[in-house]
Every structure is written in C-alpha cells, then in structure tokens.
C-alpha cells in the first residue's frame, strides 16, 4: 500500500544551521506530496506541496523537490530560527484517492 | 475567514461507553475526512465524505465506528462501546472539492482518552 518514511528520531540543532529533514515514499501512479507542520499547541498545517515530478514546492523559507526516480521528497531550510521549533509530517494523495498517508513526524527543537 | 472546529476538544470517558466528536469544516467544502493520530505517530486515515456520503471508510477500524455528514456540512464521530485502545487524537479535515491534489485543512482536534 501508499506508504511514507521519515527519518528516525528528534531533529536538534542551532539557530542559523541548515536542515534537511528526509522523506521517503511508496505509492502506486504519480501522488501528490505534502508536508504539513504542527507548531507547540497548534493544529497541523500545510507548510508546502507539489503535485508532480521535478516540483519544487516553498514556503517560509523552506523547500522540498519531488524526486520521482529516487521517490523522495525530502524538506530542507537554510538558516533555522527557533519558531521552526515544531513537529514536521510528510505526506503523500496517492493518485486516485482522497485520503493523506502520513509519516510518523520528526520534532525539531532549534537552541539559540 | 473561520476554520475547521471541532467539539470538545476533551473527552474523558469510560471504557464501554459511546461518544460522539463533532466537525464543522470550512463553509463551502465539499469534503471533509477524519483522521485518528496516536501519540508519537502521524495521522491515520479512517473516513473521507464527498457531500452527504462516505466515498471511502476503508480506514474504520471496525464497526464499533461511524460518522455521518447528514447535511454536507457539520460530521459526527460515533464511537460505541469505547475501549482503551481507541484513546487518541481525532482529526477532521476539510477541501474544496476533494481532488487528490488539494490541501486538507485540519481543526485542532478532539483528545479522546478512555479510561
């Protein structure tokens, strides 16, 4: 079935480093991707999307490119600030359904 | 403009028990879906309503779950005879129209815990 993976275990790193958050998928056809976020308190909410291959979806300074040979989709940010502190989901609508396939999240805690 | 709601926001139950979660989506959605996210996990899907009908409810976990959209609007979670196991955070979420490509909009989500 649909599938996603995300990179094990919490994410800890300093204000201004570089973040790459990694995601991988499995999935029948062509799928649209997602990543949604879930900041301390808050509900969950699209940070970015693409919906074919060799997209690149943005948004706040992040970005993720849809890799079709390597099925990855991968987030990365330049220069982290602490309010990126937050809980970070890949997401996948395989082609022909109506229903998101989640990975389990990685928690990204930025130190000043 | 108003987002997705959900009602309560808590709910403390006792196990054998029913209890029902409510969601009212984003005025002029067409779809709507329930989600269950289990601490430490990402979302599961469980059902996903076009207008007044559930296109897919392959994600039910068994029968003791039900939702209804009897209006296109506001959904209703039942869940009967309630066990342990079902403590989680219910998610509802809402889209335009219900392409795969479309973003899902999320309420806040009602945390169920059965006693």
């Known amino acids: 079935g649909d599938s996603v993976t995300q990179m094990e275990g919490p994410v800890t790193l300093s204000e201004e480093a570089f973040l790459t958050i990694n995601c991988t998928y499995t999935a029948t056809g062509y799928p649209s991707l997602f990543w949604y976020v879930q900041y301390p308190g808050e509900g969950l909410q699209l940070l970015l999307k693409?919906?074919?291959?060799?997209d690149k979806g943005s948004n706040k300074g992040f970005e993720a490119t849809y890799r079709k040979e390597t099925t990855s989709f991968h987030l990365e940010k330049g220069s982290v600030q602490v309010s990126d502190s937050a809980v970070y989901f890949c997401?996948?609508?395989?082609?022909?359904?109506?229903?998101?396939?989640f990975g389990k999240g990685n928690q990204v805690v930025v130190i000043p | 403009g108003a987002g997705v709601s959900q009602t309560p926001s808590n709910k403390v139950t006792e196990k054998g028990k029913y209890v029902e979660l409510r969601c009212d989506p984003i005025?002029?959605?067409?779809?709507l879906y329930w989600y269950r996210q289990s601490l430490g996990q990402g979302p599961e899907f469980l059902i996903y309503f076009q207008g007044t009908g559930a296109a897919d409810d392959s994600g039910l976990p068994n029968d003791r779950f039900f939702a209804v959209r009897p209006e296109g609007s506001v959904s209703t979670l039942k869940i009967q005879r309630t066990e342990r196991g079902d403590s989680a955070v219910y998610l509802c979420?809402?889209?335009?129209?219900?392409?795969?490509?479309?973003?899902?909009?999320f309420g806040p989500g009602t945390r169920l815990l059965v006693l």
């Open positions: 997401a996948l609508n395989a082609a022909g359904n109506n229903r998101l396939a």
């Open positions: 979420a809402s889209s335009l129209g219900g392409g795969g490509a479309e973003t899902q909009y």
């Open positions: 005025s002029g959605h067409t779809a």
């Open positions: 693409a919906t074919k291959a060799d």
